[in-house]
């Protein structure tokens, strides 16, 4: 299994992500994540820069493949720039990055004030919005006019030698399906193997099929489930909550339902490498092939410490 860093750019300064991919290859990672956002979930978290910049900053500080985890490329931002987003990125880090993306959240995707869509509509913009992008990838002069999207005339000059891959998350059946039908591989943060099942006997096949988890690493399993919670409740946020409200206000409203002690369901607080060992384990059982882990707090050098002399070592 492949161990990875997740950069959450909902909560650091682009200064601070790329010192913490240092970091990362340091300490032994062999891949990393990155959020794309234009709001961060709650006001606590802080940030949000451009993830387009920061991914090219990247290339230049350290060797590490980059997934974004994940690009919405259905209504913010039209597939046919992404695509050249992608395309660049990908000559950036040459050949090492990987086009995650996903249907999307209205924190993100209503900023322009177009209609948030139904799943099932989303799921369809999705899938049409990859072929768009595949379709410019191929490097011809491209003319698309399909039901979502219209591209004239277009042609992406700057381009690797192989296109990007794509990979899809999805958390519902219709989601998953699609995943394995459309991707190239798989993107999730639940280590549910029924997901992973669903999506290799869908068309995935051995594609290869990536998560993640958050930590807050801290001096005490307490300690990190404050930090945790004063930056992340939006994680305790049931149902499709996170799909359908518009902004951070939001987020934190319904947070207010939140407890402190329900961070120790999704996040792993404090400072005990068999705690993340046995996380590790979960989605490996899984069926992942390569987990991220995602900091949350001021102590990510503490984490890659205990990464590098505890997990790490006794992973390999």
């Known amino acids: ?18 010192e913490q991919a240092r970091g990362a290859e340091r ?5 990393l994540w990155i959020s ?54 990908a000559v950036l880090h040459e050949g090492r990055f990987v086009l995650g993306v996903g249907s999307g959240e209205a924190l993100n995707e209503h900023i322009l004030g177009d209609a948030w869509p139904q799943t099932d509509v989303r799921l369809e913009m999705l899938e049409e919005a990859v072929e768009v992008m595949r379709e410019l990838w191929a490097g011809g002069f491209v003319n698309h006019h399909g039901r979502h ?23 519902g059946p219709k989601a998953i399906d699609l995943a394995a039908r459309i991707g190239d591989g798989y993107v999730s943060t639940m280590p549910d193997a029924d997901m992973v099942r669903r999506f290799r006997d869908g068309g995935g096949g051995d594609k290869p099929c990536q998560a993640g988890f958050k930590a807050a690493y801290a001096d005490s399993e307490e300690a990190g489930m404050r930090i945790a919670y004063e930056k992340w409740p939006n994680a ?6 996170s799909q359908v409200l518009p902004s951070p206000r939001h987020f934190e409203q319904a947070a207010q339902l939140v407890r402190p002690e329900m961070m120790k369901e999704s996040f792993v607080c404090g400072n005990s490498a068999d705690a993340h060992l046995e996380m590790i384990d979960r989605y490996a059982k899984a069926g992942f092939d390569e987990v991220y882990v995602a900091n949350t707090g001021p102590n990510w050098q503490g984490l890659f410490d205990l990464y590098q002399r505890d997990v790490l070592p006794r992973l390999r």
């Not at 720039?81 to 992608?86: E, F, G, I, K, W």
């Not at 219209?150 to 958390?171: C, D, N, Q």
């Open 1 to 18: 299994m492949r161990i990875g860093y997740f950069l959450s750019s909902e909560e650091y300064t682009p200064a601070e992500l790329l």
């Open 27 to 31: 300490a032994g990672f062999e891949a």
């Open 36 to 89: 794309d956002h234009y709001h961060p979930w709650v006001d606590a978290q802080g940030q949000s820069p451009f993830v387009w910049s920061t991914i090219g900053a990247l290339s230049q500080v350290c060797s590490l493949p980059v997934t974004t985890a994940v690009t919405c490329p259905t209504v913010r931002i039209h597939p046919a720039v992404l695509a050249q987003a992608a395309a660049t990125s």
């Open 149 to 171: 999207y219209t591209v004239e005339h277009a042609r992406i000059y700057t381009l690797p030698e192989t296109p990007p891959k794509v990979y899809v998350s999805g958390f």
């Open 236 to 241: 305790g946020v049931p149902g499709e909550l």
